[in-house]
Nanobody, 120 residues
Framework: QVQLVESGGGLVQAGGSLRLSCAASGSIFSINAMGWYRQATGKQRELVAVITSGGKTKYVDSVKGRFTISRDNAKNTVYLQMNSLKPEDTAVYYC??????????????WGQGTLVTVSS
C-alpha cells in the first residue's frame, strides 16, 4: 500500500502564491515520476507539471514561467510552487506518483486532491 497526503491548497487573490506539497509513504522501493494534475469544474483533468526521478520537468503551457515543480527524494515529497496565480488556475489539484513497490511492481497512486481558489 502507498499513500499520498497533499497539503497547501486554499484561497488566494490573483497575483498571489501558494505552495502545494504531496508526501508519499508506504511500501515504496523507489519513486519514479511525480506530478500534479488539476481539474476545474466542468473540465477534464489536465497535467500541470511532472518531474522525473532524474529531475527533468515538464509543464503545461499555461503555467510555464509561473509554476515550479520540485521534489525531495529523501522525504518522498513533491512540491508545486505556484506564483502569479490567475483565476483560471482555480481547480482541485491532484498529486500523482508512480512508484516501484517493495515487491518490485509498478503502482500509480493519486492523492485526495486539494482545492485552489484564486479570486479576481
Amino acid at each position: 500500500q502507498v499513500q499520498l497526503v497533499e497539503s497547501g491548497g486554499g484561497l488566494v487573490q490573483a497575483g498571489g502564491s501558494l505552495r502545494l506539497s504531496c508526501a508519499a509513504s508506504g511500501s515504496i522501493f523507489s519513486i519514479n515520476a511525480m506530478g500534479w494534475y488539476r481539474q476545474a469544474t466542468g473540465k477534464q483533468r489536465e497535467l500541470v507539471a511532472v518531474i522525473t526521478s532524474g529531475g527533468k520537468t515538464k509543464y503545461v503551457d499555461s503555467v510555464k514561467g509561473r509554476f515550479t515543480i520540485s521534489r525531495d527524494n529523501a522525504k518522498n515529497t513533491v512540491y508545486l510552487q505556484m506564483n502569479s496565480l490567475k483565476p483560471e488556475d482555480t481547480a482541485v489539484y491532484y498529486c500523482n506518483v508512480v512508484v516501484t513497490t517493495a515487491k518490485g511492481g509498478y503502482l500509480e497512486v493519486w492523492g485526495q486532491g486539494t482545492l485552489v481558489t484564486v479570486s479576481s
